[in-house]
């Protein structure tokens, strides 16, 4: 079947303007993960969503960086006021926790995101 | 809080050559481990998994043994190929207790030159 999407592949900005990122998980798959990778930062755990319950933010590294899940599928992150150290690769991952394989995340190809 | 230390790259290796790569973590529960792969300009892939002490993952030739004594998921190959040039990420997570979001290493990047 179909893996995880990202969209858009790739994103230049100017600093100070906002983005959307977007993420179409595995279907069936409860949960949804968000990374970042950056050259100085590596692969860092953002924000994690698991079925209706409330998020798992503690990943998010400030308060201009936010996501939502709609109807338990399609998943947003969203960049304000973009600052030049967004600049990196996003990442989305699914898994399906009620399975065997329940901590096996699959991931997306990624959005790169270039703030100018 | 949980952490995973690995080994710095580049790691250049002649095709055939023994490969290991050394991956350590600190963890408060009873994580789970993983090598996952990035092949140049593609995403994120799994490689290998273990879920508890004295597991083996293994796959494509790959292996990994899961050993608490000594904190350590150390990634080996026998004999390497070209095709194995990718980074190679060590992994954690702890889904019952942190829901199993995955902390990475910094990622090691093999080069295998023929």
């Known amino acids: 079947g179909a893996g995880v999407s990202q969209s858009p592949s790739n994103k230049v900005t100017e600093k100070g303007k906002d983005v959307e990122l977007r993420c179409d998980p595995i279907?069936?798959?409860?949960?949804l993960y968000w990374y970042r990778q950056s050259l100085g930062q590596g692969l860092e755990f953002l924000i994690y969503?698991?079925?209706?319950?409330?998020?798992?933010k503690s990943g998010l590294p400030s308060d201009r960086f936010s996501a939502e899940r709609t109807g338990g599928s399609v998943s947003t992150l969203t960049i304000q006021r973009t600052q030049q150290e967004d600049s990196a690769v996003y990442l989305c991952?699914?898994?399906?926790?009620?399975?065997?394989?329940?901590?096996?995340?699959?991931f997306g190809p990624g959005t790169r995101l270039t703030v100018l | 809080g949980n952490s995973v230390t690995q080994m710095e790259g580049p790691v250049t290796l002649s095709e055939e050559a023994f490969l290991t790569i050394n991956c350590t973590y600190t963890a408060t529960g009873y994580p789970s481990l993983f090598w996952y792969v990035q092949y140049p300009g593609e995403g994120l892939q799994l490689l290998l998994k273990a879920t508890k002490a004295d597991d083996k993952g293994s796959n494509k030739g790959f292996e990994a043994t899961y050993r608490k004594e000594t904190t350590s998921f150390h990634l080996e190959k026998g004999s390497v190929q070209v095709s194995d040039s990718a980074v190679y990420f060590c992994?954690?997570?702890?889904?019952?207790?942190?829901?199993?979001?995955?902390?990475f290493g910094q990622g090691t990047e093999l080069s295998v030159k023929p």
């Open positions: 969503f698991q079925g209706n319950s409330a998020p798992d």
């Open positions: 991952a699914s898994s399906d926790p009620t399975g065997a394989a329940l901590d096996t995340q699959y």
């Open positions: 992994a954690l997570s702890d889904f019952y207790n942190q829901g199993g979001k995955l902390i």
């Open positions: 279907s069936g798959h409860t949960a």
